[in-house]
T-cell receptor
Framework: GQQLNQSPQSMFIQEGEDVSMNCTSSSIFNTWLWYKQDPGEGPVLLIA?????ELTSNGRLTAQFGITRKDSFLNISASIPSDVGIYFC????????????????FGQGTILTVHP | DTEVTQTPKHLVMGMTNKKSLKCEQHMGHRAMYWYKQKAKKPPELMFV???????INESVPSRFSPECPNSSLLNLHLHALQPEDSALYLCASSQPQGAQYFGPGTRLLVL
């Protein structure tokens, strides 16, 4: 019940194309986070989602918190070479006491390659 | 400012050495974390400090010893590590129910 399924595992696209990736789970969550990680660097927070149905944009990035609270997607429009990296979804589940101390579960990542 | 800093950037140590990793944030976050990450894998949680108290230890071997001297600093003391402990060690911080912000990491190589 704690697994996150992130897909696709990898994508090879041409510069200018749009990209879509998603994460699904069998459990309900109250937070979805999307990160991008460059080689040898720490993950950088792209978008945070806190409400079911929430749709949030950050430049060319758009992410949505699924209405069932079990999934989320991330779209990148008009990709550019610097979009290359590994994209991780992550979620936090509220524990029985109502607090969670931010313990995250990550998806396995989507490796994005952009050809100029 | 959403910056978390980590030092050193790279570390090479022998199995008998003692070293420390350092992390600092000035965002007023009251939760801080240590993660271990292997290549092309997601980060794995090691420890969580909340309000300067250790709240989660994910069954990490005792050769890793965390310390939180104050609300802005987090250390990870390393002693008698094994080659399989070589990895990218990431620090993160957040408000207890907020998004986590990661530092750039320390690349550790144990010989």
């Amino acid at each position: 019940g704690q697994q996150l399924n992130q897909s696709p595992q990898s994508m090879f696209i041409q510069e200018g194309e749009d990209v879509s990736m998603n994460c699904t789970s069998s459990s309900i969550f109250n937070t979805w986070l999307w990160y991008k990680q460059d080689p040898g660097e720490g993950p950088v927070l792209l978008i945070a989602l806190y409400k079911a149905g929430e749709l949030t944009s950050n430049g060319r990035l758009t992410a949505q918190f699924g209405i069932t609270r079990k999934d989320s997607f991330l779209n990148i429009s008009a990709s550019i070479p610097s979009d290359v990296g590994i994209y991780f979804c992550a979620r936090r589940k509220v524990n029985a006491g109502g607090t969670s101390y931010g313990k995250l579960t990550f998806g396995q990542g989507t490796i994005l390659t952009v050809h100029p | 400012d959403t910056e978390v800093t980590q030092t050193p950037k790279h570390l090479v140590m022998g199995m008998t050495n003692k070293k420390s990793l350092k992390c600092e944030q000035h965002m007023g976050h009251r939760a801080m974390y240590w993660y271990k990450q292997k290549a092309k894998k997601p980060p794995e949680l090691m420890f969580v400090y909340s309000y300067e108290k250790l709240s989660i230890n994910e069954s990490v071997p005792s050769r890793f010893s965390p310390e939180c001297p104050n609300s802005s600093l987090l250390n990870l003391h390393l002693h008698a590590l094994q080659p399989e402990d070589s990895a990218l060690y990431l620090c993160a911080s957040s408000q207890p129910q907020g998004a986590q912000y990661f530092g750039p990491g320390t690349r550790l190589l144990v010989l």
